[in-house]
T-cell receptor, first 113, second 113 residues
Framework: SQQGEEDPQALSIQEGENATMNCSYK?????LQWYRQNSGRGLVHLIL?????REKHSGRLRVTLDTSKKSSSLLITASRAADTASYFC?????????????FGKGTKLSVIP | KAGVTQTPRYLIKTRGQQVTLSCSPI?????VSWYQQTPGQGLQFLFE???????NKGNFPGRFSGRQFSNSRSEMNVSTLELGDSALYLC????????????FGPGTRLTVL
């Protein structure tokens, strides 16, 4: 079953704009991660945020985590055409084993040049 | 370091046949996880191996099995293929310590006719 649900399912923006994607999950987590997938290829790890962290930055990426609302957001600033991809959040739950990830269905981002 | 490799990249089989997919993790990574990705169900966890032992298993029928060798390479097998097994099968490896991010291979695209 899917733990995370991304919102929106699809997002289309102009190059240079910011893109925000949201993820909600249902049960307690150890960590929440964001991955990117280009058109049916392998996933690329973007960023990991631990359950005791509230915000994390990596380059043009900013992730927030609100465990009270069981939600996270991924912000991509100054988007580029190369950011066009599907973005997934993934969680690992306490006791489930850290290497078992539960993914949401993803947000498909299109960045128009 | 070389990334996660998966072979073959594409495979076409017919119903009732069996298939074996192979995954070579990043050197030094001892954990290998497998995921199935379909348009309908998204990314779903199949199983995870660590030091030749299955540590976690997802909710898949017994037709799906796997193993890991002493060099951490892993194989997964699907017997008695069904049309619904058509999917992208992704393998991921994780470093032995520290953060829980997973490094994914490019996947094997399986088509069952």
């Amino acid at each position: 079953s899917q733990q995370g649900e991304e919102d929106p399912q699809a997002l289309s923006i102009q190059e240079g704009e910011n893109a925000t994607m949201n993820c909600s999950y249902k049960t307690s987590i150890n960590n929440l991660q964001w991955y990117r997938q280009n058109s049916g290829r392998g996933l690329v790890h973007l960023i990991l945020i631990r359950s005791n962290e509230r915000e994390k930055h990596s380059g043009r990426l900013r992730v927030t985590l609100d465990t009270s609302k069981k939600s996270s957001s991924l912000l991509i600033t100054a988007s580029r055409a190369a950011d066009t991809a599907s973005y997934f959040c993934a969680t690992d739950a306490p006791g489930a084993g850290s290497y078992q990830l539960t993914f949401g269905k993803g947000t498909k981002l299109s960045v128009i040049p | 370091k070389a990334g996660v490799t998966q072979t073959p990249r594409y495979l076409i089989k017919t119903r009732g046949q069996q298939v074996t997919l192979s995954c070579s993790p990043i050197s030094g990574h001892r954990s290998v996880s497998w995921y199935q990705q379909t348009p309908g169900q998204g990314l779903q966890f199949l199983f995870e191996y660590f030091s030749e032992t299955q540590r976690n298993k997802g909710n898949f029928p017994g037709r799906f099995s796997g193993r890991q060798f002493s060099n951490s390479r892993s194989e997964m097998n699907v017997s008695t293929l069904e049309l619904g097994d058509s999917a992208l099968y992704l393998c991921a490896s994780s470093p032995p310590q520290g953060a829980n991010e997973q490094f994914f291979g490019p996947g094997t695209r399986l088509t069952v006719l």
